[in-house]
């Protein structure tokens, strides 16, 4: 099992910025391909960025492209995700999510994910 907790979250205003972490433990986080996803008011969960676990490469939602990026740190088995220019519409809650899966490719779709963390809650005020 792989056991994700997200910090970060927060009240900001329109225009801020945040830093999301998501803290692995349990398995070796080299291993899995990892994403952030999100799920707004009364809506489903929706992908956001997401990184590939051979390598860096990236993929973004077009609503978080240009304005947040997704990042890892191997040795300290964390994700991460900058949030700049917040908009009220970012409002959400925001999930990491992990894929065993070893590949140079990032996956977008929430079904390839297996372990999830509990969310932390992002509140962007106009």
């Known amino acids: 099992q792989l056991q994700l907790v997200e910090t970060g979250g927060g009240l900001v205003q329109d225009g801020g910025s945040l830093r999301l972490s998501c803290t692995t433990s349990g398995r070796p986080f080299g291993t899995f391909s990892m994403a952030w996803f999100r799920q707004l008011p009364g809506k489903g969960r929706e992908f956001v960025a997401a990184?590939?676990?051979?390598?860096?490469?990236?993929t973004y939602a077009d609503s978080a492209q240009g304005r947040f990026t997704i990042s890892k740190d191997n040795a300290k088995s964390t994700l991460y995700l900058q949030m700049n220019s917040l908009k009220p519409d970012d409002t959400a809650v925001y999930y990491c999510?992990?894929?065993?899966?070893?590949?140079?490719?990032?996956?977008?779709?929430?079904?390839?994910?297996?372990?999830w963390g509990q969310g932390t809650q992002v509140t962007v005020s106009s």
């Open positions: 990184i590939a676990s051979i390598g860096d490469s990236t």
């Open positions: 999510a992990g894929a065993d899966w070893i590949s140079h490719l990032p996956r977008d779709h929430s079904g390839d994910y297996v372990f």
